[in-house]
């Protein structure tokens, strides 16, 4: 700062704020950067009602069992419900590079990296938002089918708030391994195909190779180690069947039973370890 | 105040900026010119710490960029019209920006009334004309009342009005002793705002002086003299397709 722009003979001109540039700043700037767009209210409103709904629809479609407890098909709507925080993150991740947001936003904050840890925080606080309206709509989507058949809900009993706190955390990680895929690879279409391919086809494709081999479905604990099994329970939608079942449950056959912390530790590894190399890309590489 | 010293940037084997030195002085416009490719963006970008230097220094009021508490204070920065998320507004794009640093939202709606863009504030910027982009862009700059600006091509796309305007407005914020280093294309513009202009070509200085002393050098308008000086460094020229000689389809590809 000049000392001639000090002293302006424009005393009319208001002075702006002199403060410094703060982290406190940073995050209120991203924060107003994701509420600003449509895209996120979008991706939390389609992860609540795709979760709602494919709930409704798998707990009617049980409830002609004889033994139907509606509680079974209280995260069936996960499946659906996972592509709404990873297209968050991924959004939040690559839109400064996509749209050229980024010269602003880094000539703005040129140590660059309080903006990536900012979008952490904000990406997680907004999924936090989406991930309790898709647990409400789960819950609300069980209700028709148990009703109809007469059972009264208890979602205190048999670990259920586990269950719910579970499939609520597992979408909030979600949206930053999409966050940190977009951060990384800065391209929206790779980032999103690459974590859709991550998340949803992997673990189905890898699970149809062990059926293939194995034949029909054995009893768990009969079942040896496998490998491919083993992968599938180290993806990030395989850690979280420990996450979103009742304590003990979860997991595949023939795979290590990872508990709910060891779950936890895979999802978050999924989300920092690109995060990490984000960062180093972010901070060492020029911005063209 | 912006000092460049003995600035070099290689892209693999190829040299954007080669050793290039010059100063942007407090109280001046310095126009910053040069053919298509010469390297001033690429200066532009390494000054505000976008780009790292392969080799030299550029720094603002006597520091790197990246070192400033308060960049925004500091440094208005306009490089590009089309650094702006398309479905935000005008008013949430500043007004992000101007959170960084704690800037009230009373300083957001002045700059966009300074700038004009009262009636399209609101609106998305991806419906924003390329000259109301520009606009955007200069608001944004104008943020952090900061002592130096660093325009890229702040008229391109304006209509006359928007560029008596830039004119206007360069002006006076250098005779309140700001630091302003301007790029443009527009000779005739550059001649009325500009004090100083520093040419290069082919990422190496071609001349840095006050522009009536350029001009009284080639005798003729800056326009000249800019094509004088740089003859031995345009990158990309373009050629009449009208040619009286026999030109066939062959030739055109």
Not at chain 1, 214 to 238: E, K, Q
Request: proline share 6%; glycine share 12%; charged share 15%.
């Amino acid at each position: 700062m000049s000392a001639h722009a000090v002293a302006a003979p424009r005393a009319a001109r208001p002075a702006a704020g002199r403060g410094a540039m703060t982290f406190r700043g940073v995050l209120a700037a991203e924060w107003t950067k994701v509420t600003s767009l449509r895209a996120p209210y979008w991706a939390a409103a389609a992860t609540a009602v795709a979760c709602g709904l494919l709930t409704y629809v798998s707990a009617n479609a049980s409830s002609v069992d004889p033994g139907f407890d509606p509680l079974d098909s209280l995260t069936s709507g996960v499946l659906l419900a996972q592509v709404g925080p990873l297209v968050l993150g991924v959004l939040v991740g690559t839109g400064e590079f996509a749209t050229g947001t980024f010269r602003t936003t880094f000539a703005t904050v040129p140590r660059r990296l309080p903006v990536l840890a900012a979008q952490v925080v904000v990406t997680a606080a907004f999924a936090v938002v989406a991930a309790l309206l898709a647990v409400i709509a789960a819950v609300a989507g069980i209700l028709p089918a148990a009703s109809g058949r007469g059972i009264a809900v208890d979602l205190t009993a048999d670990g259920t708030p586990q269950v719910l706190v579970g499939t609520a955390l597992y979408l909030v990680g979600l949206a930053l391994c999409g966050l940190a895929a977009g951060a990384l690879l800065r391209r929206t279409v790779p980032a999103l195909v690459g974590i859709l391919v991550l998340v949803l086809v992997l673990p189905v494709g890898l699970s149809l190779a062990t059926d293939g081999g194995t034949g029909p479905a054995a009893p768990a604990g009969a079942v040896p180690a496998d490998p491919a099994s083993t992968l599938v329970t180290f993806t990030p939608s395989g850690a979280a069947s420990f996450l979103t079942a009742p304590p003990g449950g979860g997991g595949v056959a023939g795979a290590p039973d990872l508990g709910p912390w060891g779950a936890a530790a895979v999802l978050a590894a999924w989300a920092l370890v690109p995060l990490v190399a984000a960062a180093v890309r972010l901070r060492r590489r020029d911005l063209v | 105040m912006i000092e460049v010293e003995a600035l070099v940037k290689r892209y693999g084997s190829t040299t954007a900026v080669d050793g290039l030195t010059f100063t942007a002085r407090p109280g001046t416009v310095t126009g910053f010119l040069g053919p298509d490719g010469a390297g001033k963006s690429t200066t532009m970008r390494m000054i505000v710490g976008l780009e790292r230097p392969t080799a030299g220094t550029a720094t603002v009021d006597g520091r790197r960029y990246a070192e400033l508490d308060a960049p925004l204070h500091s440094v208005g920065v306009m490089l590009d019209a089309r650094s702006v998320h398309p479905g935000r507004t005008a008013f949430r794009h500043l007004l992000a920006q101007a959170r960084t640093h704690g800037i009230p939202r009373s300083r957001v709606d002045e700059v966009i009334a300074m700038t004009g863009l009262e009636p399209v504030a609101h609106r998305r910027a991806g419906t924003y004309s390329l000259g109301m982009g520009q606009r955007l862009g200069i608001a944004g700059a104008l943020l952090g009342d900061p002592g130096t600006l660093i325009l890229d091509e702040p008229v391109n796309g304006l209509d006359p009005d928007g560029v008596l305007w830039v004119r206007r407005l360069v002006r006076d914020l250098a005779a309140e002793g700001r630091t302003v280093l301007l790029s443009s294309h527009l000779m005739h513009e550059l001649a009325l705002c500009a004090d100083r202009v520093v040419i290069i070509g082919r990422g190496r200085l071609l001349a840095d002086a006050p522009v009536h002393e350029i001009v009284e050098r080639s005798g003729g308008t800056l326009e000249e003299a800019y094509l004088q000086l740089t003859a031995g460094a345009v990158q990309y020229r373009g050629r009449a397709t009208t040619s009286p000689t026999t030109t066939t389809a062959g030739d055109a590809r």
